[in-house]
Protein backbone atom coordinates (compact mmCIF):
# COMPACT_ATOMS: atom_id res chain seq x y z
CA UNK A 1 0.00 0.00 0.00
CA UNK A 2 1.11 3.58 -0.80
CA UNK A 3 2.42 5.78 2.06
CA UNK A 4 -0.19 8.67 1.27
CA UNK A 5 -3.17 5.88 1.42
CA UNK A 6 -1.53 4.17 4.61
CA UNK A 7 -1.51 7.29 6.16
CA UNK A 8 -5.19 8.64 5.16
CA UNK A 9 -6.40 4.98 6.39
CA UNK A 10 -4.33 5.51 9.88
CA UNK A 11 -5.84 8.55 10.55
CA UNK A 12 -9.59 7.56 9.85
CA UNK A 13 -8.66 4.40 11.90
CA UNK A 14 -7.88 6.76 14.77
CA UNK A 15 -10.51 9.18 14.44
CA UNK A 16 -13.28 6.73 13.99
CA UNK A 17 -12.09 4.50 16.66
CA UNK A 18 -13.50 4.08 20.21
CA UNK A 19 -9.74 3.60 21.96
CA UNK A 20 -5.77 4.12 21.46
CA UNK A 21 -4.00 1.87 18.79
CA UNK A 22 -0.99 1.15 19.37
CA UNK A 23 1.94 1.48 16.86
CA UNK A 24 2.45 -2.37 16.88
CA UNK A 25 -0.95 -2.79 16.00
CA UNK A 26 -1.01 -0.65 12.96
CA UNK A 27 1.88 -2.03 11.76
CA UNK A 28 -0.09 -5.42 11.72
CA UNK A 29 -2.66 -3.83 10.14
CA UNK A 30 -0.86 -2.21 7.55
CA UNK A 31 1.98 -5.27 6.95
CA UNK A 32 4.84 -2.37 7.79
CA UNK A 33 7.23 -2.31 10.64
CA UNK A 34 6.45 -0.15 13.62
CA UNK A 35 9.11 2.21 13.00
CA UNK A 36 7.19 2.69 9.69
CA UNK A 37 4.69 3.37 11.53
CA UNK A 38 6.23 5.72 14.15
CA UNK A 39 7.22 7.79 10.72
CA UNK A 40 3.31 8.24 9.38
CA UNK A 41 2.47 9.58 12.27
CA UNK A 42 5.64 12.13 12.04
CA UNK A 43 4.12 13.25 9.61
CA UNK A 44 0.44 13.57 9.76
CA UNK A 45 1.31 15.81 12.65
CA UNK A 46 3.28 17.67 10.16
CA UNK A 47 0.08 18.26 8.67
CA UNK A 48 -1.22 19.58 11.83
CA UNK A 49 -3.47 16.34 12.76
CA UNK A 50 -3.69 16.42 16.56
CA UNK A 51 -1.82 12.93 16.67
CA UNK A 52 -0.76 11.85 20.55
CA UNK A 53 1.20 9.27 21.99
CA UNK A 54 -0.40 7.62 24.75
CA UNK A 55 0.80 4.56 27.19
CA UNK A 56 -2.25 3.11 25.53
CA UNK A 57 -1.25 3.58 21.83
CA UNK A 58 -2.75 7.00 19.25
CA UNK A 59 -4.77 8.78 19.59
CA UNK A 60 -6.56 11.67 17.87
CA UNK A 61 -6.70 14.43 20.79
CA UNK A 62 -9.23 16.88 21.37
CA UNK A 63 -12.29 14.73 19.62
CA UNK A 64 -15.09 14.42 22.30
CA UNK A 65 -16.86 11.00 21.89
CA UNK A 66 -20.59 11.58 20.54
CA UNK A 67 -23.00 11.57 22.89
CA UNK A 68 -20.04 11.79 25.90
CA UNK A 69 -20.08 15.43 28.48
CA UNK A 70 -17.04 16.93 29.47
CA UNK A 71 -15.69 18.71 32.77
CA UNK A 72 -12.15 20.01 34.02
CA UNK A 73 -11.78 18.90 38.00
CA UNK A 74 -8.74 21.18 40.18
CA UNK A 75 -7.85 18.56 42.60
CA UNK A 76 -5.63 17.92 45.35
CA UNK A 77 -4.62 15.03 46.81
CA UNK A 78 -1.38 13.04 48.32
CA UNK A 79 0.03 9.97 46.96
CA UNK A 80 -1.45 7.89 48.88
CA UNK A 81 -4.57 9.04 48.12
CA UNK A 82 -4.24 9.12 44.58
CA UNK A 83 -6.09 5.55 43.81
CA UNK A 84 -9.22 6.07 45.25
CA UNK A 85 -9.34 9.60 43.93
CA UNK A 86 -9.03 7.94 40.38
CA UNK A 87 -11.66 5.20 41.31
CA UNK A 88 -14.04 7.48 42.81
CA UNK A 89 -14.10 9.26 39.09
CA UNK A 90 -14.13 5.90 37.31
CA UNK A 91 -16.52 4.43 39.78
CA UNK A 92 -19.05 7.31 38.93
CA UNK A 93 -18.71 6.07 35.16
CA UNK A 94 -16.58 8.50 33.75
CA UNK A 95 -13.33 8.57 32.25
CA UNK A 96 -9.86 10.41 33.69
CA UNK A 97 -8.95 11.45 29.91
CA UNK A 98 -5.52 13.48 31.35
CA UNK A 99 -3.26 15.17 34.16
CA UNK A 100 -3.26 19.01 33.64
CA UNK A 101 -0.70 20.86 35.97
CA UNK A 102 0.07 24.80 35.75
CA UNK A 103 3.74 25.08 36.56
CA UNK A 104 5.50 28.73 37.48
CA UNK A 105 8.27 28.13 34.56
CA UNK A 106 7.10 25.82 31.78
CA UNK A 107 3.55 26.82 31.92
CA UNK A 108 0.39 24.39 31.41
CA UNK A 109 2.13 20.67 31.23
CA UNK A 110 -0.84 18.11 30.16
CA UNK A 111 -0.34 14.04 29.75
CA UNK A 112 -3.46 12.06 28.47
CA UNK A 113 -4.44 9.37 31.04
CA UNK A 114 -7.13 7.71 29.29
CA UNK A 115 -8.52 5.82 32.44
CA UNK A 116 -11.68 4.49 32.47
CA UNK A 117 -11.73 1.51 34.66
CA UNK A 118 -10.61 0.05 38.12
CA UNK A 119 -8.30 -2.07 36.06
CA UNK A 120 -6.76 1.23 33.99
CA UNK A 121 -6.60 3.04 37.61
CA UNK A 122 -4.47 -0.08 39.08
CA UNK A 123 -2.55 -0.25 35.91
CA UNK A 124 -1.39 3.49 35.88
CA UNK A 125 -0.84 3.48 40.16
CA UNK A 126 1.70 0.64 39.42
CA UNK A 127 3.75 2.23 36.81
CA UNK A 128 3.72 5.40 38.84
CA UNK A 129 5.24 3.73 41.71
CA UNK A 130 7.42 1.08 40.00
CA UNK A 131 9.84 3.12 38.37
CA UNK A 132 11.69 6.03 40.21
CA UNK A 133 9.52 9.41 38.34
CA UNK A 134 7.28 11.02 40.83
CA UNK A 135 4.09 11.91 40.09
CA UNK A 136 3.16 15.18 38.29
CA UNK A 137 1.24 16.74 40.44
CA UNK A 138 4.43 16.75 42.48
CA UNK A 139 5.59 19.90 40.72
CA UNK A 140 2.57 21.98 41.67
CA UNK A 141 2.15 20.59 45.82
CA UNK A 142 -0.28 18.04 44.19
CA UNK A 143 -2.73 20.60 43.00
CA UNK A 144 -3.86 19.33 39.78
CA UNK A 145 -6.45 19.52 37.03
CA UNK A 146 -7.96 16.28 35.12
CA UNK A 147 -10.05 16.72 32.30
CA UNK A 148 -13.22 13.89 32.77
CA UNK A 149 -15.38 12.68 30.62
CA UNK A 150 -19.38 11.08 30.56
CA UNK A 151 -22.24 9.71 29.59
CA UNK A 152 -24.33 12.68 31.24
CA UNK A 153 -23.91 15.46 32.91
CA UNK A 154 -25.47 13.51 35.88
CA UNK A 155 -22.42 11.28 35.95
CA UNK A 156 -20.36 14.50 36.06
CA UNK A 157 -21.93 16.22 38.95
CA UNK A 158 -21.69 12.72 40.98
CA UNK A 159 -17.77 13.09 40.70
CA UNK A 160 -17.66 16.32 41.71
CA UNK A 161 -19.92 15.37 44.33
CA UNK A 162 -17.91 12.74 45.42
CA UNK A 163 -14.26 14.43 45.32
CA UNK A 164 -15.55 17.22 47.46
CA UNK A 165 -16.87 14.80 50.06
CA UNK A 166 -13.41 13.17 49.98
CA UNK A 167 -12.08 16.58 50.40
CA UNK A 168 -9.87 16.46 46.98
CA UNK A 169 -12.09 18.57 45.07
CA UNK A 170 -10.39 22.54 45.22
CA UNK A 171 -11.54 26.03 43.77
CA UNK A 172 -9.49 27.48 40.87
CA UNK A 173 -7.50 29.60 43.36
CA UNK A 174 -6.52 25.35 44.69
CA UNK A 175 -8.70 25.78 48.18
CA UNK A 176 -10.19 22.89 49.57
Known sequence: M?????RQKILEMLEQGEAPVSGAALAGIFGVSRQVIV???????????????????????????PGRCRRILPVKHTDEQMQDELYTIVDAGAEVLDVVVEHDVYGQIAVDLMI????DVDEFIHKIFAN?????????????????????EAALDEVEKNLKEK??????????
Open 2 to 6: EGSLR
Open 39 to 65: QDIALLRATDKNILSTNKGYVVYGKKK
Open 116 to 119: SSRR
Open 132 to 152: PAKPLKELTGDAHYHTIEAGS
Open 167 to 176: GYLIDFEGRM
